[in-house]
């Protein structure tokens, strides 16, 4: 019987609905692990990678993508990918019993300019990495263990030296009425990542103006940017919208939609009162709205993304694909 702790400690598991595209030929690893890939699209400009350790599920996964028939993934384990730096004061080495075996981990402090948290390395991951050192670590896995998401190395788990990423810098919060903004998108080609500047957002296909490859077109990213002015106590702020603010605004008040961040000038533009955290730089760092604010947005794009993903898990309940 498992002790109390780890009842207590368990790998995050998650569901994805979407469409499949891709699914590869079998594989097999180094391990001799037989496995196939595939992508999964889950919004219009959303895509991931998955992983599958059973190889007689493939062609399920190939007709569901060939029938493009939406699909509902149980029992996803997400890996991520950070760009951190290693702060003093991790917690001593310990060593648990692991499959008859026991085996070293650490937990280590880690963080970016936006804030930290933690991660737990495994045996010889624990001697790549350094004090002080910055580092690029993919493939770690999520746990939950008391309540809070933790991150955790995994035996495919890569650490590679990078430039310093930074520390948290201090930020202001700025309270006030916004009196103007500009928000920018741009489409970028996720394989080499050239930003696009003739391309037509009605056209069905594009071919990159870099790595010249015909893709389709919902398959560029998009890449937002922008200019932020909050009057507070009769002065005013001009600020920075980055890629990742504007996004994560996007997705909390309007759906996450493409084409969002026309609505998104409008509706911030006639907002009363935001409270906007900001670093040294101007930059700013999140945007929170007041809760009457917030249900006004809400309210306003109802029955699109809702709908969308309700129509998703319609369909996937009569394509069960597990």
């Keep these: 019987m498992a002790s109390p702790a780890k009842r207590r400690r368990t790998v995050e598991e998650d569901s994805l609905v979407g469409y499949l595209h891709s699914p590869s030929p079998t594989k097999t690893s180094k391990k001799n692990t037989r496995y196939f890939d595939a992508t999964i699209q889950t919004g219009r400009e959303e895509y991931h990678r998955v992983v599958v350790f059973s190889p007689q599920k493939r ?63 495994w045996e010889e991951k624990i001697a790549m990495v350094n ?31 990078i430039q310093d990423v930074g520390e948290p810098r201090d930020l202001v919060e700025i309270c006030g009425c916004v009196t103007a903004v500009k928000v920018s998108a741009r489409r970028q080609c996720r394989r080499c990542h050239a930003v696009q500047k003739e391309y037509k957002e009605r056209c069905v296909t594009h071919c990159c103006e870099r790595c010249e490859m015909l893709q389709r077109a ?49 509706k911030l533009v006639r907002t009363e009162n935001v409270e906007v955290q900001v670093d040294s730089d101007q930059v700013v760092m999140s945007i929170k709205l007041s809760e009457e604010e917030a249900q006004g947005f809400v309210s306003s ?14 369909l996937a309940g009569l394509h069960p694909l597990d």
Excluded: W
Excluded at 79 to 105: H, N, W
Excluded at 140 to 160: A, D, G, N, P, V
Excluded at 242 to 250: A, D
Excluded at 301 to 314: C, I, K, M, P, V
């Design 59 to 121: 062609q399920a996964y190939e007709q569901a993508a060939l029938a493009k028939t939406p699909v509902k993934l149980t029992h996803v384990r997400k890996t991520l990918t950070v760009r951190v730096k290693i702060l003093p004061g991790g917690v001593v080495s310990r060593f648990v019993v692991v499959g008859g075996v026991s085996r070293e981990l650490r937990e280590f402090r880690i963080c970016d300019r936006s804030g930290q948290t933690n991660v737990t390395l």
């Design 131 to 161: 004090v002080s050192k910055s580092y690029e670590i993919s493939k770690l896995s999520t746990r939950r263990f008391k309540e809070q998401t933790t991150l955790t190395s995994t035996f495919y788990t890569s650490i590679t030296e």
């Design 218 to 266: 919902s398959s560029y990213a998009v890449m937002y940017s922008g200019t932020l002015a909050v009057l507070s106590n009769g002065e005013e702020h001009t600020l920075m919208l980055t890629n990742s603010v504007v996004s994560t605004f996007l997705s909390e008040h309007l759906g996450g939609a493409a084409s969002g961040h026309a609505e998104m000038q409008e």
């Design 301 to 314: 794009q109802a029955g699109t993304s809702a709908d969308l993903l309700a129509e998703f898990e319609r």
